[in-house]
Nanobody, 120 residues
Framework: VQLVESGGGLVQSGGSLRLSCAAS????????MRWSRQAPGKERELVAS???????NYLASVEGRFDISRHNGLNTIYLQMNNLKPEDTAVYYC???????????????WGQGTQVTVSS
């Protein structure tokens, strides 16, 4: 099972980017999926999460600017990031709780990360 992120890049302050994260491999069920980020010299922080039922939560500093969504049929989540600020610069990671088969223990799987850089 793996998660693959895409969509990072360089954008000017006030711009937008859309990140994608797709789960693949032996998957029975995907539970909550999340986006986290880690800036240089800082600890990783949870940015947004979405349950299988579509309930969402956001880091206070991104609420109203970022939108997390999910396509359950594709085991994919998205993070639409608008009005980006230099302080949003970080490596963004996707992670998810994944069941590989019925009755198995859930695995907490992480993607490799994608760089987002916002210039002032």
């Amino acid at each position: 099972v793996q998660l693959v992120e895409s969509g990072g890049g360089l954008v000017q302050s006030g711009g937008s980017l859309r990140l994608s994260c797709a789960a693949s491999g032996s998957i029975f069920k995907v539970g909550t999926m999340r986006w986290s980020r880690q800036a240089p010299g800082k600890e990783r922080e949870l940015v947004a999460s979405i349950t299988a039922g579509g309930n969402t939560n956001y880091l206070a500093s991104v609420e109203g600017r970022f939108d997390i969504s999910r396509h359950n049929g594709l085991n994919t989540i998205y993070l639409q990031m608008n009005n980006l600020k230099p302080e949003d610069t970080a490596v963004y990671y996707c992670n998810a709780n994944i069941l590989e088969s019925w009755g198995s223990d859930p695995k907490n799987v992480w993607g490799q990360g994608t760089q987002v850089t916002v210039s002032s």
